[in-house]
C-alpha cells in the first residue's frame, strides 16, 4: 500500500511518515501545494493508494484576518486534493478538527452530531470536509484535536507543550483559561491508529480520533507539569481575559464512537501526555 503524505515535516505529517515507514510517499509543501490543481497532479504520476491530506492552515486567530487564505488551503486544497483521488481511485483521507464545533453541546462530540464552526478556521475546515465528502468517492474525515508532536506545528512555531515548558524555564507567569474544554492528542498516536485504522478498511465515513478522555487547558497544563514534578504555579483565567481575534468553542472535545465500534481504541490523554514528555527526554 503505497501511502502519500501531503504536509509530511508537519507536526501529524512527521509521524505519518515515521508509521507507514517504506509504504510512506512525504510530499511537503515543496514537492506539493495543494492550494495549486497543477500542483496536485504530481499524484498522477506517484499512483498512490491513499493520500492523507494534513495540509492546513492552522493559525486560527490569523484566519480571522486572512479569511481567503484559510480557505484557499483548508477548503479548496481539500477539494483539489478530493478531484485528484477520484481519478486516481485513491483512498482520500483529509485531517479535520474539533472545531467545527461551537462547543454548545456540554459533552463529547459524536461523528454524527451537527457542525456549527464558530471561527474562520473551523468554517475553513469543514468546508474541506464538504469537499473532501461530495468529490470523492473513497474517503475518510479523521477529527483530531489539539494536538501535539515532536515536530511542532510548522504554522504555529511549536506546540502548546513546548510552549509551557519555555514559559516555565524562562520563569515567566504561567496563564492558561479553565474554561475551554477539549481532546489532548499526541500525533504520533493519532499516526500509529491511522495505520492499524487503514489496514482494517472499514466503511468510508467520518471517524473521531483523539487520545481518551478531556480536560481544560489549564488541568492539561497542571498535569504537563505534574508529570515532570516541576514546581510550576499556574493561574487559571476566563477565555475573555485573553481578548483573542478568533472565538473558540466552550467545550469541543471528541468522543470516538465509531473508532470503538471498530474494536479499535486510543489510550487515555494523560499517558500519551508522559510518553511524549519521556521521550523528548525531559526531566526535573
Known amino acids: 500500500m503505497k501511502v502519500a503524505i501531503l504536509g509530511a515535516n508537519g507536526q501529524l505529517g512527521s509521524d505519518l511518515v515515521k508509521a507507514f515507514g517504506k509504504d510512506a510517499i512525504p510530499l511537503t509543501h515543496r514537492d506539493l501545494d495543494v492550494t495549486e490543481p497543477g500542483s496536485v497532479q504530481i499524484l498522477k504520476e506517484l499512483k498512490p493508494d491513499v493520500v492523507i491530506n494534513t495540509a492546513a492552515y492552522v493559525r486560527v486567530d490569523d484566519a480571522e484576518v486572512e479569511v481567503e487564505k484559510a480557505f484557499q488551503v ?6 483539489n486534493v478530493a478531484k485528484a483521488c ?46 473532501t465528502r461530495n468529490h470523492s468517492q473513497r474517503y475518510y474525515i479523521i477529527r483530531a484535536a489539539s494536538l501535539y508532536g515532536k515536530a511542532g506545528a510548522s504554522g504555529k512555531g511549536g506546540n502548546f507543550v513546548e510552549f509551557m515548558i519555555q514559559q516555565a524555564r524562562k520563569g515567566e507567569r504561567i496563564k492558561v483559561v479553565d474554561d475551554q474544554f477539549m481532546s489532548p492528542t499526541s500525533t504520533k498516536d493519532v499516526a500509529e491508529m491511522l495505520k492499524e485504522f487503514l489496514g482494517i478498511k472499514p466503511e468510508f465515513g467520518v471517524y473521531h480520533m483523539v487520545n481518551e478522555g478531556y480536560c481544560s487547558w489549564f488541568e492539561f497544563t497542571k498535569e504537563i507539569f505534574n508529570i515532570l514534578n ?13 481578548k483573542r481575534l478568533a472565538r473558540r468553542p466552550a467545550f469541543s472535545a471528541l468522543k470516538n464512537e465509531k473508532l470503538g465500534n471498530l474494536g479499535l481504541r486510543m489510550r487515555d490523554w494523560e499517558d500519551a501526555l508522559e510518553d511524549y514528555l519521556m521521550e523528548k527526554g525531559y526531566s526535573d
Open 74 to 79: 483548508n477548503a479548496i486544497g481539500a477539494l
Open 86 to 131: 477520484n481519478e486516481l481511485k485513491a483512498v482520500n483521507v483529509y485531517i479535520s478538527t474539533d472545531y467545527v464545533f461551537d462547543g454548545a453541546k456540554g459533552t463529547p462530540y459524536e461523528e454524527d452530531d451537527v457542525p456549527n464552526p464558530v471561527n474562520v478556521y473551523g468554517l475553513s475546515k469543514y468546508a474541506g470536509e464538504i469537499f
Open 230 to 242: 516541576w514546581g510550576v504555579h499556574i493561574t487559571p483565567i476566563k477565555s475573555d481575559e485573553l
